[in-house]
């Protein structure tokens, strides 16, 4: 016998105890698929045959069973299964996960049974056990259709069980080896010359054909490309017939699927002779549809029967369904999911016009799939949490919509006239006042007002961030609770928060005797990972701010979803807004906003925002507090300490007592102290307005459509003086040098030109590998690398670390962790770019910005 | 940190036979994070002067003391305690000192009963109060006090002065050297609150040690030994009942800090005032289950575990530290099963869309909003009013009016540094009108505390319900 299961099922052996079903399910079912109820009693009492342990033991059964449905395995039940009771409760677990139930009864001669029980040793129960149990799977045969078993198979001797030959079967809605490209059509309701309209502009021929009197369409679609109608091709329109035509001979031609709307499904069963009420423009479809032929009509039931809920394409990345579908019934088969597939979800409330409110779903869609449907009428297209509703409303006015896949594009074609009034109004009416949008009040789109609410469950916990580098990035729970803490009580509104810089590891520690830091061994890192170039720039001691800036108020509405008068922002490296004083930032903004305009960079990047990662300075700007309570004030105590020392040592030295070894070491220190002093000095300038800001822009990191990753870093210090010039009091173009790795004369000028900063109290230089990203195929490294100059060092690691003791216990640091968040905030923060770019939903932009906040929670030497 | 301490007795150099360091010699030693030097820059019989030189190493310090309870500051790799007296100083003095501080010289007992009169010299230490606060606390024990408070920077004016002071003390009338040390001993390091190693019963009991005979009398006994013990109030609260013969009745939460007028609101009692008004306010709403939302340490989810009427309660809040507190304070772990079922904690932040508040009858959000940017009180709204959506809300909050009564705060200012914002009366019931408007509530607002002429109460409650 040859058994068809399909891939996702639940079977159910039914039979007596030595029926045989265990060797059955082992000889067709891998180990995994196959779950026992003996085991399962075994595994929570430690023995197979413990009666005690049932209840239990069905319950870790039941548990299996529905992970495995809900994962979209198959799974195979091998108990008696012959009660309804214990089948009732496996059903409902296949049926909560849209999975197709099967049974297969194992029904052995009573006398096969018994002699099989008699030879068996590990089963200690009488044969009357087993001869009740057989007259119970008797009794159930007749039963099973009744339960509700979609498919069901009896086997009755042991040569029909040996001859069993089981054939799994693909969904009919599985079409993932089906790439495309595509073109998806929405709902067309009979408006058969839009949608020839719409095919031509898409590059499709339409040739009619005259066979037997009957017209034909044989349509040709551009190179490779397939096209895909969502349902509802008939009623309302004036020529639902020649629309079914034309779409059953593409698909004839193997040139278009098609899956089936409400109307379409409505118009079958009134084909059928179901009675169905005459309403909602079926009887449009129903007069036209008398003047065909029969045979047309036959060839329509046909079509329309054999059409399948939805279609899962393209590797499983594209779905397609004519009301739209969750991500858990996306490739299942049942009755739920068909429905949902031809009526959405309603909510069981009627509106005003006498209509079920629409629920909806796609508003809580997180499913990786990209969800293309139709259904419900809107004025305009809107992408939504990778979903989108193509359905234009064309029969009431609007346009015939397709959307091509995968290149994302829409193409509509107007209506030629309104064919039906719409019950409820979808189009804005443009003559009434309170339906025109007012200019200057920017109305949320859809994904920005779910965007509005981001859901804790998509950041608390441990999370796996997949980036496009094809690296994962773990952010473990500690650091997520970490994370949410200093997010929600002190970061900007999150639509504003694209992006956080990543943290900066220092070269290897030097191995020169006077040296913690020196940038030979950045050098080295880069060469031994075989690249040619470097970049070196100057190190500016300022705060890391990074700057989102638009073009005016109406742009940051637009694009980022924000309801507030404001065009841009500026926060600091851990999502703080930069400013206490919003004038000030106000100020601050609007003179890079004239820069911007006055270079002509808003035409140039043809963008309404950009994206800076920038150093503030100067550094008292921001962190004067810091300044006051901790470098001033252990410079202050060390000072104060130490001018009494010296003058009572001298003392003591005047009365003869030995005094040389202690003088020398205070004389050192109260030398280092003065270093220390003035190495802090060197960077605080009082801050009275914006004359004395001063910006230093080091990566523009994206505008409209673009992350600037692919650009090396030649490109961003020329863009940004270029910028520079245009505001020479705010902007500061970065001074660098270009390193040539393998010419010795090239890196010697690197190191004479970090000591020459340096010497002038300059923190250093940032030495970055020439191209912006840091990783390529398999191999990754350092995005970026400090080096900070020796006095420099001295705020970080206090007055007299380089005291010879000292710097060698300092030098035995270790950089393995740092260096490791380093290049996974990087990769995060370019994540969070590309997403946004690509307008996906917030919430996957701020998972990357949050996993960065997250990994800044790791405990690492706060000095490296 | 340089300690020296002076005598003008006569001869002034057998202060070396009490503190057993002979004048002519230099000596080191070693102590926790670094050295001590002891050395004599003057000694004849008119006066004789010896110097305690502590010399901590920075990164030593960061290293090994790696202590529970360590301070912030330590945890700092730039910090002030090689150049402050400190509890390092007390150690130090316990090290080099041992015999004098503990009233033993056997070569001379004699000197162990003459008074003597002493100037000491502390560069630097610490104050934040200034010359007023080592007046409190040194005065009463007979010393006059001068000090020169540091500028933070000379070549920045504009930063002001430092907290670090050079302290000068002389004593008014003779006394013993066990006596002074003692004093050095106890009080240095009660001026900036801070301490190098774990504060457990024995400190309190070393305390009890050293302070005899003199700590009970001085009048401000119970800022030096809650100073002292790191604010460790159980352990106040030992040491005091201790020290004063077990006479002595610790009220709850009466500390007034001394000097440093700390963002206290005044009345100590206000917040459990705001806690019974709101519980009033569950209770009358019949709510069987609850949501603390902000819950801190758990005040409130103790009284409501009292409240047999609520079922379910659900304590969050966003800082994880402060429900460890509150697990403990609640004694969650030993806690019997049907108490346990009805109450659960969860970290969780007001901002997010969070599924886990729905289907409570009850909210109470106490002293939590002005905490949120005001640009995220929108999505506050949304989570509390749309997605949890309670029968009723109880939400409090700072009236600003009323921070007029409070003196030490400035213009303009928040009575917590954490507050985004202060809402006026006017202010707090625009907000909770357009709530009621949006999310179909209604609401009353009621006044907490006591109510003052035209600014009203200090703060602010308001009771929203779903409207029928």
């Given at each position: 016998m040859n058994i068809k299961i399909p891939e996702l099922s639940l079977i159910l052996l039914v039979g007596a105890s030595s029926a045989g079903k265990s060797s059955f399910a082992k000889k067709h079912f891998l180990g995994s698929e196959v779950i026992s109820s003996d085991y399962c009693r075994f595994l929570v009492s430690d023995e197979e045959n413990n009666m005690d342990a049932t209840k239990d033991a069905f319950e870790l059964l039941h548990y299996i069973v529905a992970k495995r449905l809900k994962r979209g395995k198959l799974v195979v039940v091998d108990a008696t299964n012959a009660q309804a009771d214990s089948r009732k409760s496996l059903l409902k677990i296949a049926k909560e996960y849209?999975?197709?139930?099967?049974?297969?009864?194992?029904?052995?001669?009573?006398?096969?049974?018994?002699?099989?029980?008699?030879?068996?040793?590990?089963?200690?129960?009488?044969?009357?056990?087993?001869?009740?149990?057989?007259?119970?799977?008797?009794?159930?045969?007749?039963?099973?259709?009744?339960?509700?078993?979609?498919?069901?198979?009896?086997?009755?001797?042991?040569?029909?069980?040996?001859?069993?030959?089981?054939?799994?079967?693909?969904?009919?809605?599985?079409?993932?080896?089906?790439?495309?490209?595509?073109?998806?059509?929405?709902?067309?309701?009979?408006?058969?010359?839009?949608?020839?309209?719409?095919?031509?502009?898409?590059?499709?021929?339409?040739?009619?054909?005259?066979?037997?009197?009957?017209?034909?369409?044989?349509?040709?679609?551009?190179?490779?490309?397939?096209?895909?109608?969502?349902?509802?091709?008939?009623?309302?329109?004036?020529?639902?017939?020649?629309?079914?035509?034309?779409?059953?001979?593409?698909?004839?031609?193997?040139?278009?699927?098609?899956?089936?709307?409400?109307?379409?499904?409505?118009?079958?069963?009134k084909l059928s002779g179901k009675n169905v009420q005459i309403k909602h423009g079926l009887k449009e479809t129903l007069e036209q549809l008398e003047n065909c032929s029969e045979e047309f009509i036959e060839e329509v039931k046909v079509f329309l029967k054999k059409l399948v809920s939805h279609y899962v394409l393209d590797g499983g990345k594209l779905v397609v369904a004519h009301a739209g579908l969750r991500e858990e019934m996306q490739g299942r088969a049942s009755g739920t999911v068909r429905s949902f597939c031809l009526y959405g979800e309603t909510t069981g409330e009627i509106d005003s016009f006498g209509l079920p409110v629409r629920y909806n779903w796609a508003k809580e869609y997180k499913g990786k799939a990209m969800v293309v449907y139709g259904h419900t009428p809107i004025p305009e297209t809107e992408w939504l949490n990778n979903t989108i509703n193509i359905d234009t409303g064309c029969v009431f006015g609007g346009a015939l919509t397709a959307l091509q896949y995968p290149e994302k594009r829409v193409v509509s074609v107007k209506a030629a006239e309104t064919y039906c009034e719409s019950a409820r109004p979808f189009l804005l009416d443009t003559n009434d006042p309170e339906t025109v949008q007012k200019p200057e009040i920017i109305q949320l789109s859809a994904q920005q007002e779910v965007d509005d609410l981001l859901d804790i469950k998509d950041v608390a916990g441990k999370k796996y961030i997949w980036t496009h580098h094809n690296r994962n990035v773990i952010i473990r729970e500690e650091q997520a609770i970490t994370a949410l803490e200093a997010m929600s009580r002190f970061a900007i509104n999150p639509k504003w928060l694209i992006y956080l810089p990543p943290t900066m590891s220092p070269s290897a520690t030097s191995e020169l005797p006077d040296y913690l830091e020196h940038p030979l061994e950045a050098f080295t890192y880069y060469r031994k990972r075989g690249l040619e170039q470097v970049i070196c720039e100057e190190k500016h001691m300022g705060s890391r701010a990074v700057i989102v800036i638009c073009k005016d108020i109406k742009a940051a509405q637009k694009r980022f979803g924000i309801q507030q008068d404001r065009f841009g922002i500026c926060y600091t490296r851990t999502g703080r807004h930069f400013f206490k004083d919003t004038q000030l930032e106000s100020t601050f903004l609007t003179k890079l906003r004239t820069a911007l305009s006055k270079v002509g960079f808003w035409e140039e990047f043809d963008t309404d925002w950009f994206c800076f990662d920038c150093e503030l300075l100067p550094w008292t700007a921001k962190a004067k507090a810091l300044i006051e309570q901790q470098y001033a004030a252990v410079g202050a105590a060390a000072q104060h300490a130490l001018t009494d020392v010296l003058p009572i040592i001298d003392q003591a030295k005047a009365r003869g007592l030995e005094m040389d070894e202690l003088s020398q070491f205070y004389q050192a220190k109260a030398s280092a102290v003065e270093k220390y002093r003035n190495a802090y000095r060197a960077y605080c300038r009082e801050v009275k307005d914006i004359n004395d800001l001063k910006l230093a822009p080091f990566h523009i990191l994206a505008t409209e459509g673009q992350v600037h990753s692919d650009k090396d870093h030649l490109w961003h210090m020329t863009k940004i003086a270029e910028l520079a010039k245009a505001d020479p009091n705010l902007l500061l173009a970065t001074p660098y040098k270009i390193i040539e790795l393998r010419n010795e004369r090239s890196v010697q000028e690197g190191v004479d030109w970090w000591l020459e900063l340096t010497a002038k109290g300059g923190e250093g230089m940032v030495i970055k590998s020439f191209d912006f990203m840091s990783v390529q195929g398999e191999s990754f490294?350092?995005?970026?690398?400090?080096?900070?100059?020796?006095?420099?060092?001295?705020?970080?690691?206090?007055?007299?670390?380089?005291?010879?003791?000292?710097?060698?216990?300092?030098?035995?640091?270790?950089?393995?962790?740092?260096?490791?968040?380093?290049?996974?905030?990087?990769?995060?923060?370019?994540?969070?770019?590309?997403?946004?770019?690509?307008?996906?939903p917030l919430r996957l932009v701020h998972e990357c910005v949050f996993g960065i906040l997250a990994l800044e929670s790791e405990g690492v030497d706060p000095r490296l | 940190m340089l300690l020296t301490i002076k005598t003008y007795h006569h001869p002034a150099t057998d202060i070396g036979f009490l503190l057993h360091k002979h004048p002519d010699k230099v000596q080191s030693f070693s102590i926790t994070g670094g050295k001590v030097h002891v050395f004599y820059p003057e000694a004849n019989e008119d006066s004789c002067t010896v110097a305690m030189l502590m010399e901590l190493n920075s990164i030593d310090l960061v290293r090994k003391l790696k202590v529970p309870g360590s301070s912030s500051l330590l945890k700092h790799y730039i910090n002030d305690r090689p150049y402050v007296a400190s509890s390092f100083t007390s150690h130090a003095i316990a090290k080099v000192f041992s015999s004098a501080l503990n009233g033993k010289c056997a070569n001379r007992q004699d000197l162990l009963e003459t008074p003597m009169s002493f100037d000491v010299k502390i560069s630097v230490l610490k104050v934040r109060g200034g010359l007023p606060l080592l007046e409190k606390i040194f005065?009463?024990?007979?010393?006059?006090?001068?000090?020169?408070?540091?500028?933070?920077?000379?070549?920045?004016?504009?930063?002001?002065?430092?907290?670090?002071?050079?302290?000068?003390?002389?004593?008014?009338?003779?006394?013993?050297?066990?006596?002074?040390?003692?004093?050095?001993?106890?009080?240095?390091?009660?001026?900036?609150?801070?301490?190098?190693?774990?504060?457990?019963?024995?400190?309190?009991?070393?305390?009890?040690?050293?302070?005899?005979?003199?700590?009970?009398?001085?009048?401000?006994?119970?800022?030096?030994?809650?100073?002292?013990?790191?604010?460790?109030?159980?352990?106040?609260?030992?040491?005091?009942?201790?020290?004063?013969?077990?006479?002595?009745?610790?009220?709850?939460?009466?500390?007034?800090?001394?000097?440093?007028?700390?963002?206290?609101e005044k009345k100590q009692n206000l917040h459990q005032q705001r806690l019974n008004a709101a519980l009033e306010k569950l209770k009358e709403s019949k709510a069987k289950s609850v949501l603390d939302l902000g819950c801190g340490e758990g005040k409130l989810l103790r009284m409501l575990l009292k409240e047999s009427q609520f079922e379910r309660i659900?304590?969050?809040?966003?800082?994880?530290?402060?429900?460890?507190?509150?697990?403990?304070?609640?004694?969650?772990?030993?806690?019997?099963?049907?108490?346990?079922?009805?109450?659960?904690?969860?970290?969780?932040?007001?901002?997010?869309?969070?599924?886990?508040?729905?289907?409570?009858?009850?909210?109470?959000?106490?002293?939590?909003?002005?905490?949120?940017?005001?640009?995220?009180?929108?999505?506050?709204?949304?989570?509390?009013?749309?997605?949890?959506?309670?029968?009723?809300?109880?939400?409090?909050?700072?009236?600003?009016?009323?921070?007029?009564?409070?003196?030490?705060?400035?213009?303009?200012?928040?009575?917590h540094s954490d507050h985004r914002f202060e809402w006026t009366r006017a202010e707090f019931q625009d907000w909770t009108k357009h709530v009621c408007e949006t999310y179909g509530y209604s609401v009353n607002i009621f006044p907490i505390g006591e109510e003052t002429e035209r600014i009203g109460a200090p703060s602010q409650m308001a009771v929203f319900s779903i409207s029928q």
């Open positions: 849209h999975a197709i139930s099967v049974v297969i009864t194992l029904h052995m001669p009573e006398s096969l049974l018994i002699k099989r029980h008699e030879q068996r040793t590990d089963r200690p129960f009488d044969k009357q056990v087993i001869i009740q149990q057989r007259r119970q799977v008797r009794q159930s045969l007749k039963r099973l259709k009744r339960e509700g078993f979609r498919y069901i198979y009896t086997l009755r001797t042991p040569e029909e069980v040996e001859a069993v030959q089981i054939n799994r079967e693909k969904l009919w809605n599985d079409k993932k080896e089906i790439a495309g490209p595509f073109d998806i059509i929405g709902d067309i309701h009979g408006c058969f010359d839009e949608l020839q309209k719409l095919l031509k502009m898409l590059g499709y021929h339409i040739y009619e054909v005259q066979h037997e009197e009957q017209t034909y369409y044989d349509v040709i679609p551009p190179e490779g490309r397939k096209a895909i109608f969502l349902g509802d091709l008939v009623d309302r329109g004036p020529k639902s017939p020649q629309v079914l035509r034309l779409v059953m001979d593409m698909i004839k031609n193997n040139d278009a699927y098609c899956v089936p709307g409400n109307h379409d499904v409505k118009l079958l069963r490294w350092q995005p970026a690398m400090k080096c900070r100059g020796k006095e420099y060092l001295r705020i970080i690691y206090g007055v007299d670390y380089d005291n010879e003791n000292n710097l060698k216990r300092l030098k035995k640091r270790g950089l393995n962790k740092k260096q490791g968040l380093a290049l996974n905030e990087f990769l995060l923060g370019e994540e969070a770019l590309q997403r946004f770019v690509k307008k996906q | 005065q009463p024990l007979g010393y006059i006090v001068s000090a020169e408070q540091h500028p933070l920077d000379e070549n920045f004016e504009e930063w002001g002065s430092s907290p670090y002071y050079t302290v000068l003390l002389q004593t008014k009338s003779t006394k013993y050297l066990k006596a002074l040390l003692t004093h050095l001993y106890v009080l240095l390091p009660v001026f900036d609150n801070e301490k190098h190693y774990w504060i457990g019963k024995n400190e309190a009991d070393k305390l009890l040690q050293r302070g005899e005979g003199w700590l009970a009398q001085h009048p401000e006994k119970e800022w030096i030994t809650r100073r002292y013990l790191k604010n460790f109030s159980s352990l106040s609260k030992y040491a005091l009942k201790k020290m004063l013969d077990d006479e002595y009745e610790v009220i709850e939460e009466d500390v007034v800090a001394l000097i440093e007028p700390e963002k206290v659900l304590g969050m809040d966003v800082s994880f530290k402060s429900l460890q507190r509150a697990k403990e304070k609640l004694y969650m772990d030993n806690m019997a099963p049907r108490q346990k079922a009805r109450i659960n904690l969860i970290q969780g932040a007001l901002t997010y869309y969070d599924e886990r508040l729905k289907d409570y009858d009850a909210a109470a959000v106490i002293e939590v909003i002005e905490h949120l940017e005001l640009d995220r009180i929108p999505a506050f709204e949304k989570v509390l009013f749309e997605v949890a959506k309670p029968q009723t809300v109880v939400l409090t909050t700072p009236n600003a009016e009323y921070n007029v009564n409070y003196n030490f705060l400035q213009k303009d200012s928040f009575r």
